[in-house]
């Protein structure tokens, strides 16, 4: 299946070509009762528009698709990388209304994405007071163990491998495993906080709640944004640019 991206460079504008082009649109009707077929054609409006300006050809990098939003939200925007073998690019795919298709708007720059580990203090706090009974933990050792568990996490990078255990509702966020190098580090510091018999217990606990989604897993949490480099629209079609968040006005050469 043709699946290419095609730039043109004067308008600094993209169309994606795919065997689709010309299918037809089905629209639900004012009263969403009726579908109504609309005849579609991209790439032909995006050749009226363009045919006569120089246009270069995009490959898409492997891996660079990131997307917000919940799964399922249809009209959550996308944002994935492109290049023409000398210049960065972002393709942004979004639609208005789950009745149109898709848009598409090409920024030169490149995604940046950070990744963070947060620990699910609250969930491991309710967890312990239902497990640890006869006799039951104290309060203050649980909060205890969860300033340790914190601590540990904060030391580790997200660069150490990562076991994913499950997803959340948004792309953004997964559930990790904590590695063994981390248990044994805060079972380690709990020494100071439990007797033997209770780290004991303490240990079973870590053991037994560190799967799927439960309280010991890490939550993966990732963000990124959009870094916009110069534009490569003429001159007089620029526009001062966003890096990083901060209005910068363009050098007049
Ligand atoms: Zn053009």
Request: glycine share 4%; proline share 4%.
């Amino acid at each position: 299946m043709s699946n290419r991206w095609i730039r043109c460079i004067e308008c600094n504008q993209v169309a994606h070509v795919t065997d689709y082009d010309r299918s037809p649109l089905y629209q639900c009707d004012r009263d969403y009762e009726n579908s109504i077929e609309k005849p579609m054609d991209d790439m032909k409006s995006f050749m009226m528009q363009h045919g006569r300006h120089s246009m270069e050809e995009l490959s898409v990098i492997k891996d660079s698709f990131i997307s917000e939003g919940k799964y399922g939200e249809p009209r959550k925007a996308s944002y994935f990388q492109a290049t023409n073998g000398k210049e960065q690019f972002v393709i942004k795919g979004w639609r208005e209304d789950i009745n149109v298709p898709l848009q598409y708007e090409l920024i030169p720059g490149c995604i940046k994405t950070t990744l963070g580990l947060k620990v699910q203090s609250y969930e491991i706090q309710k967890q312990m007071r239902e497990e640890i009974k006869n006799p039951p933990a104290a309060e203050t050792k649980i909060e205890q163990f969860v300033r340790i568990v914190e601590r540990v996490v904060s030391q580790f990078s997200c660069r150490d491998e990562i076991e994913i255990t499950a997803e959340t509702d948004t792309p953004l966020v997964s559930h990790c495993k904590m590695g063994s190098n981390a248990i044994r580090e805060i079972l380690s510091l709990s020494r100071e906080v439990f007797d033997a018999d209770d780290l004991k217990k303490v240990e079973r606990f870590i053991h037994q709640n560190n799967s799927y989604n439960e309280p010991m897993t890490l939550l993966l949490k990732k963000t990124f944004m959009v870094k916009r480099q110069r534009s490569t629209a003429p001159e007089s079609e620029k526009e001062p640019l966003l890096i990083d968040g901060v209005t910068a006005q363009r050098s007049i050469r």
